[in-house]
């Protein structure tokens, strides 16, 4: 006999067993799974929103103390390792010295430098630039210093040298200079005066005072990159063997995070005391600077103190400052201290007309040089990147020097300039995809298409300029006096100046390409106006032409007869 509770055990049975009872079953579960999983993601992505944000509200952890002595880059690493990791990547791989490492020779891959630079140490010894971690090791052993006499001032711009300028700077106004004072403050004025102090004296005195610095890590013997060897692969400076009791022990360092950063809070600062001297005259000039608003803002000011970077500018015109402390044309030798010729303005011709009034302290005029073929005085160009760039399109637009070589780049919760500094050309999408929504094929091919038709304009300035030489000396073989070839010598300066111009300047015309092609055009009319009056000089008297038979006019579809 079944019982009442059989029967309804089997009835519950059976129901369960239904395709419906089966499908919400599965429903159940498939909704519970989705709950789960949502309230996973929600969870996962609250707590990343958490930690973005306790990162964006603290950038940086301090775990080791830097202060303004801190040139070795290595302590910096502890607290800002990406940038740390960036900056190192400009050695490449790994670092490579020795003589074998070295990049080609430009003199060799453009002959003609050989006669742009005769009678100056560009001739001598002039190779394509490597990556910042090379600055300091390639001066170092490059012939231009091993076999020639440089100035002191050449280290403005190749390492970390604000420490001893600011010791001899307070030295020489009376002031504490023991390694606590250094490390307390930046104290501009000092570093201005030690830089004049020792802009002038020679280059390997200042190099073994600079290693004598302190530099944050007295427990290391050797910074981030290897120091060139004294007197470089020959073991002579300025063509001498070095004296063994010169040689000091201790390390410098290339340019690195100090020279550009607030060691409190990485605030990007000027460091340069060239660069300071440089911007204040030419915010104290009358030359129009639109794309720089700081200078233009001031120069409407009271005026009451100079200009200063530091105080007036923009984060994003410091973005370029920052690079122009040293990517410009200067003067940079024995004669006078490091001067950037920005007083008439930013333009080539302006930067031309600044050395034509220039005399040295001793009463001469100013020239780089005297031609080592003709004897004509003559100026040398740097590298002048900030000033070619100021005349372009991007300067124009607010677009600065980091924005392409080392634009941002997305870490975490922080957007950090990627500090490996190279050409656009390797990172288009973060350096020119930004603002240019283009594939990236088509930009490099416009960017190559610029730089091909520059090079080519270059090498018909180049030709140009050794027709020019070949008939000065032609003038001068026949006999052409010094009084005479005046004339031929001033064109000859003009013609070398807007050639070197180009040349020396890295962008190869990127940076401002109409400017560029407008130069190296007056550089080949000046040029071969040279060479025409050159070579009238020393030929006979030309024929009357008056008699010459002259065509007539004959109609736009003149007849057989």
Known sequence: ???????????????????????????????????????????????????RKQEARVPFVRAVEVSEVSTDPQPWGANWPHQFDGWRSTAGDRFYGGSSALPQSKLEKYPWLTRLYAGYAFSVDYREARGHAYMLYDQGVTERVTRKPQAGACLHCHSSITVLYRKVGLEAMGRPADDAALAADFAMPAVIRGFEELSTRPYFEVLQMLKSMPDGTPEL???????????????????????????????????????????????????????????????????????????????????????????????????????????????????????????????????ERFWEETTFPDGTPFSDYLHGETGAPVFKVQHPEFELWSQGIHARSGVTCADCHMPYERRGAMKVSNHEVASPLGRVSSACQQCHHHDARELEARIHTLQDKTLAAMDRAAVAMTDM??????????????????????????????????????????????EAMRLLAESIDYSRQAQALATALRAPAPPPTDALPVRPVLGVTPSAS
């Open 1 to 51: 006999m079944t019982t009442p509770e059989a029967t309804a055990d089997r009835r519950d049975r059976r129901s369960s067993e239904t395709p419906g009872f089966r499908v919400a079953w599965r429903l159940l579960l498939a909704v519970f799974a989705v709950a789960v999983a949502a309230t996973l993601v929600v969870t996962f992505v609250l707590v990343t929103m958490f930690e």
């Open 469 to 514: 030489l070949d008939a000065i000396l032609q003038a001068k073989a026949a006999g052409v006096g010094e009084d005479r070839l005046q004339d031929a010598y001033l064109l000859q300066r003009k013609a070398m100046w807007r050639l070197d111009y180009i040349s020396s300047e890295n962008s190869r015309g990127f940076h401002a390409d109409q």
């Open 221 to 351: 013997d050797q910074g981030a990159f290897p120091m060139p060897p004294d007197g470089g692969f020959s073991g002579t400076i300025a063509g001498q063997p070095v004296p063994p009791g010169a040689i000091s022990h201790g390390a410098a360092h290339p340019v690195s995070c100090i020279d550009c950063h607030d060691p409190e809070t990485l605030a990007l600062r000027v460091t340069r005391p060239a660069f300071m001297l440089g911007i204040a005259a030419l915010a104290r000039g009358e030359a129009p600077v639109p794309h720089l608003p700081s200078v233009e803002r001031w120069r409407k000011g009271d005026r009451e103190r100079p200009y200063d970077p530091n105080l007036d500018a923009s984060r994003q015109e410091m973005r370029s400052f920052a690079c122009a402390q040293c990517h410009v044309e200067y003067y940079c030798a024995t004669k006078q201290t490091l001067t950037f010729p920005w007083g008439n303005g930013l333009r080539a011709e302006d930067l």
